[in-house]
C-alpha cells in the first residue's frame, strides 16, 4: 500500500474513532501507535521505539517522554502525545526540556490529530521554538507527505533532513504571512502594489483605504486562477463520449472549470468506495454539466456524478440499467448517506 494511501486509511480512522477516544493513552494507542507503524518501526520492539523514555531534566529525575524512536541505541526521535482535544501550543515547553537533555535530532509533539516535527536550526542542541513541519492528519496534503517520507526507517538521512528543514521551515512561514496578507492585507502590503499602479501625487490613508479592497479582491482572484490552472493540468482529461450511434463526441475543454467544492466531493466519495476497492482504480471525470466518478476511468463504469454548479446540489447514483437517479444535498456531507448505494455500484461492477 503507497505510503499516502496508508496515510489516508488513518485520517478516515481518525475522524470515525475520535469522539470515541476519552483519555490520552486511547489516543496513543488508537492514532499515534498506528502513525509510527506507518513510518516503518516496530512499536513492539524496543531496540526501534521505547515508550516512557526516561530523559532526566537537571535536578528533576525520572522524567519521560512518551516514545523514543531508536537509532543505534540512541534517540534519534522524541514524540509526546496529548489527547486528542488537547492544544498542542501549551504543550511545546516539555517537549523543549526533553529534547535539550537527549541526544535526540528531531522531535515530534502531537495529538494524534495534529503533529509538529521540530530541530534545532536556530541553536544547536536547543529545540527550535517553531516546528519545521506541522500538519492535520485529517487533512493531509501531498506536500506534506512528502516530507514525512523522509522520515521513515527505510528514508531516514539526519543530513537529508535537517537540510531541507531549513527551506521547508522558512517557506512555511511565508505562506503564513501571504495567506494572512491575502485575508486582511496589511497597509505595507496595499502600499506595495499602490506605488506600482497608482498614478497620484501621493499615496494618503485615503488611497490606501480605497486599494485595502482592490488588493484583497485582486490577490484572492490571481491565487484562484493559479489553483484552476493546475487542477485543470492533473485532473484526468475527459476522455470523448460516445453517442447513441457509436460516434465520438468532445466537448471543448476551455469551459471546464473543476472547483473546490467538486473536488472535495470527489474525495468524499472516494473515501467511501475505498473500503471496498483499491484507490488507484478510482478516477475523476470533470464535464460542462457534471462531476463523474469513475470505476477503472471507464465511462461505463459511472460510480456517481456530481451536479454541483447549479442553485441546487445534487448527488447522481446509479441503478444495474445505468440510469441515473439524482438526489438532492444540502450540503457535501449528505454524501456519507448514501455509502451503502455507492458500494453497491461497486459491487455491481466487479460482480459483471
Same mark, same amino acid.
Request: charged share 30%.
Given at each position: 500500500?503507497?505510503?499516502?494511501?496508508?496515510?489516508?486509511?488513518?485520517? $478516515?480512522?481518525?475522524?470515525?474513532?475520535?469522539?470515541? =477516544?476519552?483519555?490520552?493513552?486511547?489516543?496513543?494507542?488508537?492514532?499515534?501507535? &498506528?502513525?509510527?507503524?506507518?513510518?516503518?518501526?516496530?512499536?513492539?520492539? &524496543?531496540?526501534?521505539?521505547?515508550?516512557?523514555?526516561?530523559?532526566?531534566?537537571? =535536578?528533576?529525575?525520572?522524567?519521560?517522554?512518551?516514545?523514543? *524512536?531508536?537509532? #543505534?541505541?540512541? /534517540? *534519534?526521535?522524541?514524540?509526546?502525545?496529548?489527547?486528542?482535544?488537547?492544544?498542542?501550543?501549551?504543550?511545546?515547553?516539555?517537549? @523543549?526540556?526533553?529534547?535539550?537533555?537527549?541526544?535526540? @535530532?528531531?522531535?515530534?509533539?502531537?495529538?494524534?490529530?495534529?503533529?509538529?516535527?521540530?530541530?534545532?536550526?536556530?541553536?544547536?542542541?536547543?529545540?527550535?521554538?517553531? /516546528?519545521?513541519?506541522?500538519?492535520?492528519?485529517?487533512?493531509? +496534503?501531498?506536500?506534506?507527505?512528502?516530507?514525512?517520507?523522509?522520515?521513515?526507517?527505510?528514508?531516514? $538521512?539526519?543530513?537529508? *533532513?535537517? #537540510?531541507?528543514?531549513? %527551506?521547508?521551515?522558512?517557506?512555511?512561514?511565508?505562506?503564513?504571512?501571504?495567506?494572512?496578507?491575502?485575508?486582511? /492585507?496589511?497597509?505595507?502590503?496595499?502600499?506595495?502594489?499602490?506605488?506600482?499602479?497608482?498614478? %497620484?501625487?501621493? =499615496?494618503?490613508?485615503?488611497?490606501?483605504?480605497?486599494?485595502?479592497?482592490?488588493?484583497?479582491?485582486?490577490? #484572492?482572484?490571481?491565487?484562484?486562477?493559479?489553483?484552476?490552472?493546475?487542477?485543470?493540468?492533473?485532473? @484526468?482529461?475527459?476522455? /470523448?463520449?460516445?453517442?447513441?450511434? %457509436?460516434?465520438?463526441?468532445?466537448? &471543448?475543454?476551455?469551459? !471546464?472549470?473543476?472547483?473546490?467544492?467538486?473536488? $472535495?466531493?470527489?474525495?468524499?466519495?472516494?473515501?467511501?468506495?475505498?473500503?471496498?476497492?483499491?484507490?488507484?482504480? *478510482?478516477?475523476?471525470?470533470?464535464?460542462?454539466?457534471?462531476?463523474?466518478?469513475?470505476?477503472?476511468?471507464?465511462?461505463? +463504469?459511472?460510480?456517481?456524478?456530481?451536479?454541483?454548479?447549479?442553485?441546487?446540489?445534487?448527488? %447522481?447514483?446509479?441503478?444495474?440499467?445505468?440510469?441515473?437517479?439524482? !438526489?438532492?444535498?444540502?450540503?457535501? $456531507?449528505?454524501?456519507?448517506?448514501?455509502?451503502?448505494?455507492?458500494?453497491?455500484?461497486?459491487?455491481?461492477?466487479?460482480?459483471?
Amino acid at each position: 500500500m503507497e505510503f499516502l494511501t496508508k496515510l489516508k486509511a488513518l485520517s $478516515d480512522r481518525v475522524a470515525s474513532l475520535k469522539e470515541k =477516544i476519552e483519555t490520552e493513552e486511547a489516543t496513543k494507542n488508537a492514532f499515534i501507535m &498506528p502513525f509510527i507503524q506507518i513510518l516503518g518501526y516496530d512499536v513492539f520492539n &524496543p531496540l526501534e521505539v521505547v515508550p516512557e523514555f526516561t530523559a532526566d531534566v537537571g =535536578i528533576k529525575k525520572g522524567e519521560k517522554v512518551d516514545y523514543a *524512536i531508536m537509532q #543505534n541505541g540512541n /534517540p *534519534i526521535i522524541l514524540i509526546e502525545c496529548k489527547h486528542w482535544k488537547e492544544n498542542l501550543d501549551i504543550h511545546s515547553s516539555q517537549l @523543549h526540556r526533553y529534547f535539550n537533555v537527549t541526544k535526540a @535530532h528531531f522531535g515530534l509533539l502531537t495529538n494524534g490529530l495534529i503533529y509538529r516535527f521540530f530541530t534545532d536550526l536556530e541553536e544547536k542542541n536547543i529545540m527550535d521554538k517553531e /516546528p519545521f513541519l506541522e500538519f492535520d492528519i485529517e487533512n493531509i +496534503k501531498e506536500t506534506a507527505a512528502t516530507e514525512l517520507k523522509k522520515f521513515q526507517k527505510e528514508n531516514f $538521512d539526519i543530513d537529508k *533532513i535537517t #537540510n531541507s528543514a531549513s %527551506g521547508l521551515k522558512y517557506s512555511t512561514a511565508i505562506k503564513d504571512i501571504l495567506m494572512k496578507e491575502i485575508t486582511e /492585507p496589511s497597509e505595507e502590503f496595499v502600499r506595495f502594489f499602490t506605488k506600482q499602479i497608482y498614478s %497620484g501625487k501621493q =499615496i494618503n490613508k485615503k488611497v490606501i483605504a480605497q486599494f485595502t479592497e482592490i488588493v484583497k479582491k485582486a490577490t #484572492n482572484q490571481a491565487f484562484k486562477d493559479i489553483v484552476n490552472d493546475r487542477l485543470q493540468s492533473a485532473l @484526468h482529461k475527459e476522455e /470523448p463520449k460516445e453517442t447513441e450511434e %457509436g460516434e465520438e463526441s468532445e466537448e &471543448p475543454e476551455s469551459k !471546464i472549470v473543476t472547483t473546490a467544492e467538486e473536488l $472535495d466531493g470527489f474525495y468524499i466519495v472516494r473515501s467511501i468506495v475505498r473500503t471496498k476497492i483499491d484507490i488507484n482504480r *478510482i478516477y475523476s471525470r470533470d464535464t460542462q454539466s457534471y462531476f463523474g466518478v469513475l470505476l477503472d476511468n471507464n465511462n461505463r +463504469k459511472p460510480i456517481c456524478r456530481l451536479h454541483l454548479n447549479g442553485g441546487n446540489k445534487y448527488l %447522481g447514483l446509479f441503478n444495474k440499467d445505468k440510469s441515473e437517479n439524482k !438526489i438532492l444535498l444540502n450540503n457535501l $456531507d449528505d454524501i456519507y448517506q448514501y455509502s451503502d448505494k455507492l458500494l453497491e455500484t461497486i459491487s455491481m461492477y466487479e460482480e459483471q
